[in-house]
């Protein structure tokens, strides 16, 4: 079974950067697409980025070059660098592992940014 642990939320100025990172146990995490999802408060959850384990990395509009998505498959770590923070990207950041039999999410990191 995957385990998923996430770091690198806070608080953070409009305009500001934040980088988060999420670690996973297991051997097989380098087969697996990773992504990062959000929710806001009285939002559905929303896929921010994925990076398969083949193919184009993906991202929502709303972030597209200003998040950076990307894996270290030797760490079992994947990374979302987020630059050029909005107030609009306030939400918890969730980890997913996503296989064929589901998806196992971390616990979340609060991600806050102040205008």
């Known amino acids: 079974q995957v385990q998923l642990v996430e770091s690198g939320g806070g608080l953070v100025q409009a305009g500001g950067s934040l980088r988060l990172s999420c670690a996973a146990s297991g051997s097989i995490f380098r087969l697996n697409t990773m992504a990062w999802y959000r929710q806001a408060p009285g939002k559905q959850r929303e896929l921010v980025a994925a990076?398969?384990?083949?193919?184009?990395?993906s991202y929502a509009d709303s972030v597209k070059g200003r998040f950076t998505i990307s894996r270290d498959n030797a760490k079992n770590t994947v990374y979302l660098q987020m630059n050029s923070l909005k107030p609009e990207d306030t939400a918890v950041y969730y980890c997913?592992?996503?296989?064929?039999?589901?998806?196992?999410w971390g616990q979340g990191t609060q991600v806050t940014v102040s205008s």
């Open positions: 990076v398969p384990k083949i193919g184009i990395i």
């Open positions: 997913a592992y996503i296989t064929s039999g589901g998806t196992t």
